[in-house]
């Protein structure tokens, strides 16, 4: 089992087998349960031998602690791999972590994941991959890396291309979080349960052994579900208008013409953004919308990861966010219209990488 290095007693990922439930839990509340090389190749491990155990019929995935499921990977180290060179360290933390989230999404058994809480970045790959993705209404989901100079990764460009019209450039671009009720109509969960089902989820899987991913689904959904939230679908209007535009700075100015307050409130997110990753996200998700392939998907954001890490503005929105928390990043090109977006192109399709 993996460790972390101040707690040497405390496993980080539980594994535990009860009959033919296998029960993975990431154990760093802490920390959210933030994700580091040891956790990720952990989980692969498990995960990989469960797949192949003919005693396991149905794998659940949940996080430890009232806080979350998982904030996403752990910022502060892809801060310090960045900061003094070791970037090939954050290449295959990267690289490792892709591969459990194909993994994750290709398993042939009844995966069950739990989101609850802070469910970010690295924690939607763990989550909203699998064959059987379980919510509570409260939890708080998203793909927040605009925010420090990144571009959505573990299939997130995938899952935000996939959501409905043009909601995801919206959560690309300006890196708002959604809630566990809004998941279900954005694609990123199946059912949304209640409190008392999640905190009691092992007594109530007991009784779903043996269903197929399917049928587990629809089973706990009638059985425990709770209601969705359809809000969004106010929205949908103004936001196919302004982020079906032809490029990110198009967007920009259509949210800058409309009189709706929440498009004032869109621009005003993605004018705090990385000019940078905004654009990255935006073609991103385009480009995964148009392959609807979450390998491809995958293998694009390596590629934009690569290109990403030796910028500044990666550093620098760790800095502001995480580290000084002085939220008042300092971004390299600092509009739009200055960011180098042929370079951006280039990583899209693998012919031109």
Not at 27 to 37: G, S
Request: negative net charge; contains cysteine; aromatic residues 6%.
């Amino acid at each position: 089992m993996a460790h972390d290095s101040n707690s040497p007693a405390e496993p980080l990922v539980i594994s535990t087998v009860y009959g033919a439930l296998g029960h993975l839990k990431l154990n760093r509340p802490a920390k959210l349960n933030a994700l580091n090389l040891q956790m990720l190749l952990e989980l692969h491990r498990v995960l990989k031998a469960w797949a192949e155990d003919p005693k396991i019929s149905t794998v659940l995935l949940t996080g430890r602690g009232s806080r979350g499921f998982c904030a996403g990977g752990d910022i502060a180290d892809f801060h310090a791999a960045v900061t003094t060179g070791r970037h090939e360290d954050f290449l295959n933390l990267l690289s490792n972590e892709f591969d459990t989230d194909q993994l994750i999404a290709s398993y042939p058994k009844p995966l069950v994941t739990l989101a609850h809480g802070i469910t970010m970045g690295g924690g939607i790959g763990l989550a909203s991959h699998a064959p059987v993705r379980l919510v509570t209404a409260g939890a708080r989901m998203g793909m927040p890396e605009a925010k420090i100079g990144y571009t959505p990764d573990v299939g997130g460009s995938h899952l935000l291309a996939n959501m409905p019209g043009h909601f995801g450039e919206y959560f690309a671009m300006t890196a708002d979080s959604f809630t566990g009720a809004d998941a279900v109509y954005l694609g990123f969960a199946d059912v949304v349960v209640s409190e008392e089902f999640a905190a009691n989820i092992l007594d109530h899987l007991d009784e779903y052994m043996g269903l197929n991913a399917g049928d587990l689904a629809a089973a706990i959904e009638v059985m425990h579900g709770a209601a969705e939230s359809h809000r969004l679908e106010l929205d949908q209007g103004w936001v196919d208008h302004a982020f079906s535009a032809a490029s990110p700075e198009d967007v920009v100015q259509r949210l800058e013409q409309m009189v709706h307050p929440h498009a004032k409130q869109a621009a005003a997110l993605i004018a705090q953004n990385s000019p940078t990753s905004v654009a990255s996200a935006f073609h991103a998700v385009r480009a995964a919308r148009a392959e609807d392939n979450l390998r491809s998907a995958l293998d694009r954001e390596l590629r934009l990861a690569a290109h990403l890490m030796h910028r500044p503005d990666l550093a620098e929105g760790i800095r502001a966010q995480v580290i000084d928390k002085d939220r008042n990043p300092s971004w390299t090109p600092g509009t739009l219209e200055a960011v180098d977006q042929d370079a951006l192109l280039e990583l899209m399709d693998p012919a031109d990488a």
